[in-house]
């Protein structure tokens, strides 16, 4: 596992920048959970606000794989085996199975005459649906 903030897709391709000129990191990291515990996030709540945004940095890195068939519109199944971990932290963090959390993002259910049909999604969709769900989290 890489420590590195530029390891995360959604912190690197922001234009925030990962490190601010004469701040101590470790100092901030105590100040803001003092802060927090001041307003009453005990220990274990912080621990799991901290699990959500630590899910939302790895589900930002899964990417799924277009390969079989190398179009946006084509359908997905898959992560690419390099961001499969990754899909797995994220749904270790959230509680969820990485299987369940892939068929969430890359089927949907439709509802047609009383039958349910399952429709995988094109890779655009997938991809839109993984930020959409981590931006849900998020907020």
């Known amino acids: ?18 490190s ?3 701040v101590n990191d470790c100092e901030e990291w105590a100040v803001t959970t003092s802060c927090m515990e001041s307003i009453g996030i005990d220990a ?11 899910s939302i940095l790895h589900l930002g890195n899964v990417v799924f794989d277009n390969t079989a068939q190398p179009s ?7 992560t690419t085996a390099e961001t499969a971990e990754s899909l797995r932290l994220a749904a270790a963090l959230l509680g969820f199975e990485a299987e369940d ?22 890779f655009a969709q997938a991809m839109e649906k993984k930020n959409s769900f981590a931006k849900t989290v998020y907020s």
Request: glycine residues 4%; proline residues 2%; negative net charge.
């Open 72 to 78: 946006e519109e084509d359908q997905v199944s898959a």
């Open 20 to 22: 601010i000129p004469n």
């Open 101 to 122: 959390l892939l068929t969430c993002l890359t089927k949907q259910n439709m509802y047609v005459g009383g039958a349910t049909i399952i429709k995988l999604q094109s």
């Open 44 to 54: 274990a709540l912080q621990q799991d606000i901290f699990r959500l945004l630590a």
């Open 1 to 18: 596992s890489n420590d590195s903030l530029e390891a995360y897709d959604y912190i690197s391709s922001s234009a925030a920048a990962s």
